[in-house]
């Protein structure tokens, strides 16, 4: 099958990249820096030429901040892209979107939201794969924090999944029958943010200042009471956070 994935290099699409090429599959990978498809879906720039010959297209492709680039690039961009799979008769959309985008009360969920709202008027039969938090989002979130000297301790349920096992449930949506709605993935176990935070510590020997952080209001409600969480996902990772920690550190002990 010929799939084209944009974002393709990104954290979770060069994974859905490596997922489908080793199942045998002719993938292109599209990006701004890509070396063969160089694409910008913020203005169409490259998606003709690109989506030549292309059956299904994986849009994993990725803008958080502000708030009018993420919009300019999964709304804007996800119809640009659209109409470009309906020109080269692509015959399936798979978008990677988040658990818990609809019921979130942040800017960029209302996005997320707003683009699978596109993709399901776009005209190509498509497929929603909602994740959870990402490892590797949640550990960089930490990271970031750290850098400032502060590690948050935030209560919310999270239910984090690796990237590369995200990855797998996206190359499964690609390779079936379109839905017309959406799938889920999620990692192994529901977390207080809380005991991530302290897991993640741990694991890197930050000694930044872990620091208890409020959440006010409806923000701080939905993240409480489950809104990113899925109870009954259709597909479940096999790592933890804590386990994919202690591979970090082994891999980063190795580079050493």
Known sequence: MRIAVTGGTGTIGRHVVAELSARGHEVRTLSRHAEHYPVDVTTGTGLAAALDGIEVVVDASNASTPVARARATLVGGTQRLLAAERDAGV?????VSIVGCHDVPMAYYRVKVEQEEAVAAGGVPWTVVAATQFHEFVAGT???AASRGVVPLLRA??????????????ADAATREPQDGTTSVT???VLDLRDAARAWRAATGSRALPLRVPLPGALGRALRTGALVDPHPDARGTTTFRDWLAVQRTLRASAR
């Open 91 to 95: 015959r399936h959309h798979v978008v």
């Open 187 to 189: 990692g192994p176990e």
């Open 142 to 144: 930490l990271a970031g």
């Open 157 to 170: 349920a999270v239910q984090p999944v690796a990237a590369a096992e995200a990855a797998a449930a996206v």
